[in-house]
């Protein structure tokens, strides 16, 4: 299994001139229809796809109720899920208004063996031309660092080998820290 990456050529205007830059962003996958999930699961399980449907629609209805009263609700699995609020600072107690708060947000903490599956999935990179032509294909030699939003760093969780991983050629862009997606 990998991931899979486009990065293709574009022109930016990085300063006061344009300049050409490879830009990746994730190759769009398909969205996996959620019968197959259960189907799936029903496989792995041994148990009837309709009994883990309804203990998953259960299970939903108690995150969502647990997250909503401002619980930290485990996701067995995968990690743990909260909500939480983006806000503006102010410096005086009469400012404080429901007014700062600028974003609601879904706040998802992976589990360990899921930041361990991704930092030893490959990453195949696909690069391309302005016109989408393949110019070349690469394979991650990186690390395998996984961005930690909570604590604003790396994580160091997993053992940084890469299945299937390859050289260590890397197609970089200027924008580090920008989401391309």
């Keep these: 299994m990998s991931i ?18 490879f830009v990746m962003r994730p190759d ?11 189907a799936e699961a029903a496989t792995h399980s041994g148990i ?4 883990i449907k ?16 401002g619980h930290s609700v485990p996701l067995p699995g995968l990690g743990t899920m909260r909500f939480g ?10 400012d404080v208004k429901a007014g700062l708060i600028t974003t609601r947000r879904i706040v998802f903490t992976p589990s360990v063996d899921v930041k361990d599956e991704l930092k030893n999935t490959s990453i195949q990179i696909t690069c391309l031309d302005e016109q989408g032509n393949v110019l070349k294909r690469v394979t991650s030699g990186d690390s395998g660092e996984i961005e930690d939003p909570e604590n604003g760093n790396q994580s160091q969780s997993g053992n940084g080998g890469n299945q299937g991983g390859g050289g260590n ?3 970089d862009d200027d924008n580090s820290g920008m989401d391309q997606n």
């Design 85 to 94: 609020v983006r806000s503006k600072a102010v410096e005086n107690l009469e």
């Design 169 to 171: 050629t890397r197609v």
């Design 28 to 38: 769009l996958y398909s969205a996996v229809n959620e019968k197959k999930v259960f």
């Design 48 to 51: 009837s796809a309709g009994v």
């Design 4 to 21: 899979k990456v486009i990065a293709q050529r574009r022109q930016l205007k990085i300063g006061k001139k344009p300049s050409n830059r």
């Design 54 to 69: 309804a203990a998953w629609d259960a299970a939903g209805e108690v995150i969502r109720t647990w997250a909503t009263e």
